[in-house]
């Protein structure tokens, strides 16, 4: 199966900044990759999806790219709604779906 | 507009069989091209995918889980069911459930049910 790691596990960051938060897959996904957003006792919203394409309605101060195995999303000038969890999932499989272990964005 | 609830007990207790249902409204789970999946997340960690099950039959299960989760449909209702047999108190979480796609027509997990927490307890 796909193995989809995230670095940072957590960032520690301030209102106005711009995040960049990593994904990498084990083997190449072409840009069959999704981000989420989660808040606490919520379920994860779509950000993006095909690695690069907002779904409607996100603002565009996110952004997402890459291709193969490594990909980012890109939050510029935070807003105090962004402090949230961020997951990365993979879609190129057939039959098994594998997400990313989350990074949290905090207020530092 | 497609919506996805899930529904059952929040408290089941450990050896016995966990049994959660999706009702889905806006969108038919035996006609369209989608595929429709259980995730979990347990407290305090990431997602995990589940199953999915595609109209035609085929069920797809995550090796990990794969001996003890089963899918089910009951298409009179438009509901799909998940069953975790011999649970214990690593299967407490937050269980979703989600439309998405594979196979030639990729697609994300969207929509998401609310969630529906089952906590193992005796």
């Known amino acids: 199966d796909i193995q989809m790691t995230q670095s940072p596990s957590t960032l520690s960051t301030s209102v106005g900044d711009s995040v960049t938060i990593t994904c990498r897959a084990s083997?190449?996904?072409?840009?069959?990759l999704a981000w989420y957003q989660q808040k606490p006792g919520k379920a994860p919203k779509l950000l993006i999806y095909?690695?690069?394409n907002l779904d409607t309605g996100v603002p565009s101060r996110f952004s997402g790219s890459g291709s193969g195995t490594e990909f980012t999303l890109t939050i510029s000038s935070l807003q105090p709604d962004d402090f949230a969890t961020y997951y990365c999932?993979?879609?190129?499989?057939?039959?098994?779906?594998?997400f990313g272990q989350g990074t949290k964005v905090e207020i530092k | 507009q497609l919506h996805l609830q899930e529904s059952g007990p929040g408290l089941v207790k450990p050896s016995e069989t966990l049994s959660l249902t999706c009702t889905v409204s806006?969108?038919?789970?035996?006609?369209?091209?989608?595929?429709w999946g259980w995730i979990r997340q347990s407290p305090g960690k990431g997602l995990e995918w589940i199953g999915s099950?595609?109209?035609?039959?085929?069920?797809f299960l995550n090796p990990s889980l794969k001996s003890r989760v089963s899918i089910s449909v009951d298409t009179s209702k438009n509901q799909f069911s998940l069953n975790v047999a011999s649970v214990t108190a690593g299967d407490t979480a937050v269980y979703y459930c989600?439309?998405?796609?594979?196979?030639?027509?990729?697609?994300?997990?969207?929509?998401w049910g609310q969630g529906i927490l089952v906590t193992v307890s005796s």
């Open positions: 989600a439309r998405h796609a594979g196979g030639r027509q990729r697609h994300p997990f969207f929509p």
């Open positions: 806006g969108a038919s789970i035996t006609r369209d091209t989608y595929y």
């Open positions: 099950f595609y109209f035609v039959g085929a069920t």
């Open positions: 083997e190449s996904i072409s840009n069959w």
């Open positions: 095909e690695a690069s």
């Open positions: 999932q993979q879609y190129i499989s057939y039959s098994l779906w594998t």
